[in-house]
């Protein structure tokens, strides 16, 4: 790999694209990560027929009312393999990857986010996190269901 892609990757790091998360990582992390990537690549060169999943930054459909747009976009983004980027808010945490493993410990006392954290989260925000200015989100359980389905790590 040249040094064209070292330079691509460095500034996809700092510069993430629409919708995806800004870790902010320092420069000796950056140097980490961009080594990891080259090691891991010479390790699995990958047929034509193996290539990656392509995720698509833009929303699938502006039309879309889905869940996540409707109760949480105003104040969060998510990106999506099925739907692409949801929701246009800054204001809260993007939540890309929420119920994975690579989501930051966030819930409680730096607990990971699994389906019934998201449920207990949303009922009732301040209960978990007494200080946090984020309201509760009222779901029917079609709702609920919907939302758990889109920040699954299956839509990833």
Known sequence: MGSKAVDEI???VKTPASG??????????????????FAGS????????????????????????????LKCGSCHRMLT????????GEIGPNLSGLLSEFYPATFGNNKRWT????????KNP???RPLTVMRPVILDEKQMSELERIVSVEDL
């Open 81 to 88: 393999n099925l739907q692409g980027l949801l929701g246009t």
């Open 20 to 37: 995806m998360p800004d870790f902010r990582l320092t420069e000796d992390q950056i140097v980490e990560l961009v080594n990891a990537l």
């Open 126 to 128: 301040r209960q978990v």
């Open 10 to 12: 460095v500034a996809a």
């Open 115 to 122: 389906q019934d954290e998201l449920r207990r989260w949303l």
């Open 42 to 69: 010479r390790k699995n060169i990958r047929s034509e027929a193996e290539r990656p999943l392509a995720v698509h930054f833009e929303a699938a459909n502006k039309e879309l009312k889905d869940v996540f747009s």
